[in-house]
């Protein structure tokens, strides 16, 4: 999340808390103190460090059960990018979604599995150990928190753990993961619009049910579940597009044989501002690229005689994607931030042409105006 502090690794899987965390936090500390105040004996500031302390245990409860999707995920092959705390709970960014309906189940159910795991842990301990005071008033409030958060996280509906193991169950009855996810979605909002009904009722003073949690929960629901709901739409629309449907027209593709002169005059002098081109050979295969501005090296009286060929620069090898690769990895690769523009040639390296963000929003209008929804 934008404006996450790290503060280290977990298992190498980096860790941040955002800046919204520290006011849960406080708040959460201020609510355990004022509980842990309630027993005789507990005075002036040590209600407010055993709330702290619990306080702290919580989150470790949030941090345990994001850290149960993580393991399960790297189980699969799939990378954890960052585990992060923020003012809802916890969210576990991953690579890539998981390769099966099965899977899936898996790694959304495991979070909930880890926050019952631990509701019995302290539980039990709480039970077996005759503990009293303010460590059993903590132990308490744990189980009971951790068993909340492990229900609350299996309501059926995005960006929930409950809407995750919905998307698998769909995605295995109708074998697309991207019809599971917009369904789990809509759930998700109709949750978010009960939440925000129910909060705002209770902030108006006409319901004893719900508070302005309750209001500010359904809020972020609502706009996440939107979220991944167009997300999947997008992702449905160019799972059968590859790299090829999305070259633009006319790119900027020349003969290494082509004398500057011809290059100046046919390509660059009156055309498209384009600052680099792509260099084929006679079969038409990708052997590099010049940029425009190299021609300032030669001398323009010998543009006449020098060819194309003397100013080719290498194209880097990971710029290039097949044409027959699938759209979603090539945007992956834009999104990636390391290249705009990437070229797209067959099997056989003969360039199709290139391809850029632009030319793939352009290829997504046609279709949609084409087959609208």
Do not use: C
């Amino acid at each position: 999340m934008n404006g996450s502090i790290r503060v280290g690794n977990l298992l190498g899987i980096p860790f941040y808390v955002n800046p919204s965390w520290f006011l849960v936090l406080a708040l959460v500390t201020f609510e355990f103190g004022g509980y842990l105040g309630g027993f005789a004996g507990l005075t002036g500031i040590l209600p407010w460090v055993l709330g702290f302390v619990g306080a702290l245990l919580l989150f470790a409860s949030v941090l345990a059960h994001e850290l149960g999707h993580s393991l399960v995920a790297i189980r699969q092959g799939i990378e954890v990018k960052s585990i992060t705390l923020f003012l809802f709970g916890g969210l576990a960014s991953l690579e890539k979604e998981s390769q099966t309906p099965a899977d899936a189940f898996w790694v959304a159910i495991a979070g909930p599995l880890v926050s019952l795991a631990l509701f019995a842990l302290f539980t039990g301990i709480g039970v077996s150990s005759g503990v009293s005071g303010p460590l059993a008033a903590i132990l308490s409030l744990l189980a009971s928190i951790n068993l909340v958060l492990a229900l609350f996280n299996l309501i059926p509906g995005l960006p929930l753990d409950g809407g995750n193991i919905l998307k698998s169950v769909v995605w295995k009855i109708t074998g697309n993961p991207y019809r599971g996810v917009v369904f789990a979605s809509r759930v998700g909002q109709v949750v978010g619009w009960m939440g925000i009904s129910i909060g705002i009722l209770s902030v108006l003073g006409l319901s004893n049910f719900g508070s302005i949690w309750t209001l500010l929960i359904g809020v972020f629901l609502l706009q996440n579940a939107g979220m991944s709901a167009q997300s999947a739409t997008l992702q449905e629309k160019l799972q059968d597009l590859k790299a090829e449907d999305a070259v633009i027209p006319e790119s900027p593709i020349i003969s290494a044989d082509l004398s500057l002169r011809d290059f100046a005059n046919n390509y660059i002098i009156g055309k498209k501002e384009w600052r680099k081109f792509l260099v084929t050979d006679e079969q038409g295969q990708l052997i590099g690229a010049i940029a425009v501005d190299d021609l300032k090296t030669i001398p323009t009286s010998n543009w006449t005689t020098t060819p194309v060929s003397e100013l080719i620069q290498p194209v880097d090898l990971d710029a290039i994607v097949k044409s027959d690769q699938s759209l979603l990895e090539v945007i992956t690769l834009l999104e990636q931030g390391k290249f705009t523009q990437l070229p797209v040639v067959r099997e056989n390296g003969v360039l199709v042409g290139l391809l850029e963000k632009a030319s793939i929003v352009s290829l997504l209008e046609k279709r949609t105006q084409t087959n609208p929804a």
